[in-house]
């Protein structure tokens, strides 16, 4: 039986032992490339979590639409306010889309058409916010707003904020809207889920003020 001396058992230790140090070496490269990726991985779906919680829950909710009367509807106010766990809500980058069936409208804020209250006689009475408001353009009626977030030039609601988006139906319209008249359309928030606007006109008025929606 052959026998191996020293030097071949010394060069096999040494051969195996380069060989173990490289798996380590490799496993430890691996390792950290595993959990550079894994990290990089959790921060990213953090970041998507966070922005798709915000678009979920941020958004607009319409909660009323009232109609003045002239011959036929000639004014339109719109209630809203945050949704429930909404981030705060910039009306000034806020798009407000109508239509009549006929026509389709998209109206923007006008920071001259502002009003802190309604007026004493009533929101229609409020000619801050209504007189000569252009067709493409909503002025607005503060309702609610304890922390003062809401003004002329930063229009910014946020949690327990209600206020009225007010619309000269003649000029969007082009005239007054009719009896049988369907409208719809949306409030569209920069971020987050749009208010929906929807409601038919009377068959017949009677009176001054109408509950559309």
Request: charged share 20%.
């Amino acid at each position: 039986m052959k026998r191996m001396d020293r030097k071949n058992v010394g060069a096999i230790g040494i051969g195996a032992m380069i060989v173990f140090i490289a798996m380590v070496l490799v496993a430890g490269i691996a390792a950290s490339v595993l959990i550079q990726t894994s990290s990089r991985l959790e921060t990213q779906a953090m970041a998507t979590g966070e922005e798709t919680t915000r678009e979920v829950a941020t958004g607009i909710a319409v909660y009323d639409v009232e109609g003045h009367v002239n011959t036929d509807i000639d004014k339109l106010v719109i209630m809203v306010r945050p949704r429930a766990g909404s981030n705060s809500i910039d009306l000034s980058q806020t798009v407000l889309e109508l239509s009549d069936s006929s026509s389709k409208r998209i109206l923007s804020y006008d920071s001259t058409k502002f009003a802190a209250s309604p007026a004493v006689g009533g929101v229609f009475s409020t000619t801050t916010a209504f007189s000569s408001l252009a067709a493409s353009k909503f002025g607005i009626i503060e309702l609610r707003d304890p922390d003062s977030s809401c003004s002329a030039s930063t229009p910014v609601i946020n949690h327990g904020d209600k206020v009225l988006l007010t619309v000269n139906a003649t000029a969007t319209f082009g005239s007054e809207l009719s009896e049988r008249t369907d409208v719809w359309g949306r409030v569209v928030p920069e971020e987050g889920a749009p208010g929906v606007v929807s409601f038919r006109t009377p068959a017949s008025y009677t009176d001054t003020v109408y509950d559309l929606q």
